[in-house]
């Protein structure tokens, strides 16, 4: 079981700038997918941002070109560089951890992180 510890919420004005950070207790190199969802309130848990082992990432469009997911395998630690935030990319941000091995398919998940973007 990973257990994935995501840090760097808070509140910021628009147009300003967040990092989150997320890290794993087991070693991320080999696992298929990392990435960032969030959830707004009363709507669905989205997909921001994912980056596989190999270094290919994945943006929502309401994201792409403010957004920036990396991955340090080194540190077992994923980030997502957020800029020019808008209101709207209010919500509560989680870590998440899939792929699937040769026996069965796995996800691990953060307890969340919160950013507030006022207006």
């Known amino acids: 079981q990973v257990q994935l510890v995501e840090s760097g919420g808070g509140l910021v004005q628009a147009g300003g700038s967040l990092r989150l950070s997320c890290v794993a207790s087991?070693?991320?190199?080999?696992?298929?997918?990392m990435g960032w969802y969030r959830q707004a309130p009363g709507k669905q848990r989205e997909l921001v941002a994912s980056?596989?082992?190999?270094?290919?990432?994945d943006y929502a469009d309401s994201v792409k070109g403010r957004f920036t997911i990396s991955r340090d395998n080194a540190k077992d630690t994923v980030y997502l560089q957020m800029n020019s935030l808008k209101p709207e990319d209010t919500a509560v941000y989680y870590c998440?951890?899939?792929?699937?091995?040769?026996?069965?398919?796995?996800?691990?998940w953060g307890q969340g992180t919160q950013v507030t973007v006022s207006s």
């Open positions: 998440a951890a899939w792929g699937r091995t040769i026996v069965a398919a796995y996800d691990y």
């Open positions: 087991e070693s991320i190199f080999s696992i298929g997918f």
């Open positions: 980056e596989d082992r190999h270094g290919s990432t």
